[in-house]
Structure formats: structure tokens, C-alpha cells
């Protein structure tokens, strides 16, 4: 199983960013998948999951209505559409699979979004 993140960078406030995660080793269209975030100093935040098929989106308050999770099952790939960027927002980005009735199980590498102007 490999997750690998890119997307991250440095933005303004306000700004946008798209995440992607490329998932291989698995049967990805099989999986509810999650993206979580760490900023510096502070602990794991889930962000928002999204089900097996795309259909069901879950979102954290602090990011409902900036951000969207989908997935391109045919390409085994997971986004995160972030818009109206916040510093707050400054954290390291996780893809992770999500099994069900189960903690994650595989998580990537990370990618670094900073939101600084």
C-alpha cells in the first residue's frame, strides 16, 4: 500500500490550493478515504473523509464551506479543493485510508501547505 501526497506550497491568505493523494497496492474504490492534518506544535485534526464511491462527503467545522474532498476512483486518486485559505489553515497534510470499523490503517508522507502572507 503507498499513499504520496503533492500539492502543498505556500499561499496568501485567501488563496487556493488543490491536494492531491495518488493511492497504489490496493483496490482503492474499495475504501472510505480521509485527509487529516498536523500543525506545527499541535496534534492530528481529521479535515474530512469522503466514502468508497464519492458519493458521501464529512467535513470538520473549521474547514466546511472552503474545502472539497472527492476522489477519481479510476485514476486511484484523492483530492482536497482548499479555497479561502487561513493562516490557521498552516498545517501538514495527510492522505490516509480509512478500513471500515477501524482506525487508519496507511497513511502518506504528507504534504506541507503554509498560508502566510
Known amino acids: 500500500v503507498q499513499l504520496v501526497e503533492s500539492g502543498g506550497g505556500l499561499v496568501q491568505p485567501g488563496g487556493s490550493l488543490r491536494l492531491s493523494c495518488a493511492a497504489s497496492?490496493?483496490?482503492?474504490?474499495?475504501?472510505?478515504m480521509s485527509w487529516v492534518r498536523q500543525a506545527p506544535g499541535k496534534g492530528l485534526e481529521w479535515v474530512s473523509d469522503i466514502n468508497s464511491g464519492g458519493g458521501s462527503t464529512y467535513y470538520a467545522d473549521s474547514v466546511k464551506g472552503r474545502f472539497t474532498i472527492s476522489r477519481d476512483n479510476a485514476k486511484n486518486t484523492l483530492y482536497l479543493q482548499m479555497n479561502s485559505l487561513k493562516p490557521e489553515d498552516t498545517a501538514l497534510y495527510y492522505c490516509a485510508r480509512a478500513p471500515p470499523h477501524s482506525l487508519y490503517d496507511y497513511w502518506g508522507q504528507g504534504t506541507q501547505v503554509t498560508v502566510s502572507s
Open positions: 497496492g490496493f483496490t482503492f474504490s474499495s475504501y472510505y
